[in-house]
Nanobody, 126 residues
Framework: QVQLVESGGGLVQAGGSLRLSCAASGRTFSMYAMGWFRQAPGKEREFVAAISWSGGGTYYADSVKGRFTISRDNAKNTVYLQMNSLKPEDTAVYYC???????????????????WGQGTQVTVSS
């Protein structure tokens, strides 16, 4: 069992930066690949980024590639999402999630993740 709590959301102007954190409980955190998703009003939840259990592998949605960076610190049971050059279309509730599926499968569907946080709101003003 893994419990996830996101933080770091807020209001930022276009072009600005935010860093989201996701704190995990449980001693098995390092066994899970982790992902970030987001959901804008009236839209489906979409994949943003994922990172392997060791932190050595990452992949991103095309919409955020080059602007967002996912990382993790297994000693702190925390995964991060550094968001730079934010755009109004990045406005959404951001969720972190944990998956037991093999990272080489590149899980990016909502149903492939086993545990979810409650989300943190990110609003980017123009």
């Amino acid at each position: 069992q893994v419990q996830l709590v996101e933080s770091g959301g807020g209001l930022v102007q276009a072009g600005g930066s935010l860093r989201l954190s996701c704190a995990a409980s449980g001693r098995t955190f390092s066994m899970y690949a982790m992902g970030w998703f987001r959901q804008a009003p009236g839209k489906e939840r979409e994949f943003v980024a994922a990172i392997s259990w060791s932190g050595g592998g990452t992949y991103y949605a095309d919409s955020v590639k080059g602007r967002f960076t996912i990382s993790r610190d297994n000693a702190k049971n925390t995964v991060y999402l550094q968001m730079n050059s934010l755009k109004p279309e990045d406005t959404a509730v951001y969720y972190c999630a944990a998956t037991s599926r093999g990272f080489w499968l590149r899980p990016r569907e909502r149903g492939e993740y086993d545990y979810w946080g409650q989300g943190t709101q990110v609003t980017v003003s123009s």
